[in-house]
């Protein structure tokens, strides 16, 4: 299968990687042109100059961008084929994602958002959530096994991104509270390993507390997941929720906190940097 990789940031250039790996033939566009030649050189995979010389003869064209707007700019640009595979990975929520495809049509459209962050990027155990025609689905599945574990045919288009900002905002609202436990444990004169140590062995344990408790304290804010993206994330459930008329109020609040951390100029940090605010609340540095 011959496949173009469109866009080789932090996940997506680990993800091509894994394409590469498990046998397909890629052609890879960045707009970065020089992160694009490093990658095919790294990984002898076809660079093209521009995204209508990757996609063309491509059997499968995958996004992986920041935005929608970038997405369908990308793939006007490339021109995918009748009956193409186009297979979104980015997250821009539902709305876009059906906009998109009803621009094309004559190709066959997945939305599948992914989830990991860049660790499980690098060896291909991302969680998956797929959303488009059964039949399309199918088609796909090679791909998307060769860059996660857990691949989930989620519903109809669109429900894909639905799931994907559901996901996100449940973990940035969790690792908030993780950021605030452990700001009222130091307020408390509390041992934080011994706190911690005890919820993740309870009911107060989470994937937050495992992989955000130790950057929160040593303020690492190398980044798996820009804070930038997760604060997207989470506008773009909170305004699918207000178009559906469904509330998200640990949502909305987290944004905040999103927002003020971006503020504060942690938009390119991993988002474990919204710590940063709530210390300022506390008055109080881990």
Known sequence: MRVAFLGLGIMGSR????????????????????????????HRATVAATPAEAAAGADAVITMLVDGSQ???????????????????STIGPTAALEIAAEFPAVRFLDAPVTGSSPRAEDATLTIMVGGEPADFERGRPLLEAMGRLIVHAGSLGHGQMVKLINNSVAAANAAVVAEA????????????????????????SA???????????????????????????????????RLGAPFQFAALTREILTAAAGRGHGDDDFAALIEPLEGAAGIRL
């Open 182 to 205: 452990l700001l009222v444990g130091a307020k408390a004169g509390l041992d934080l390993d011994a706190l911690s140590q005890v919820m993740a062995a309870g009911s107060g344990g």
């Open 71 to 89: 997405v369908e700019t990308v793939l006007r640009a490339a021109a995918p084929g009748p009956d193409t595979l186009v297979i979104d990975c």
């Open 208 to 242: 937050m507390l495992e992989l955000k408790a130790e950057p929160m304290r040593r303020h690492d804010y190398t980044t798996l997941f820009k804070l930038e993206h997760m604060l997207k994330d989470v506008r773009l459930c909170l305004e699918e929720g207000q």
């Open 15 to 42: 993800m091509a990687a894994n394409l590469v790996r498990g046998g397909f033939e890629l052609t890879v566009w960045n707009r970065t042109e020089s992160k694009a030649r490093e990658f095919g050189d790294r």
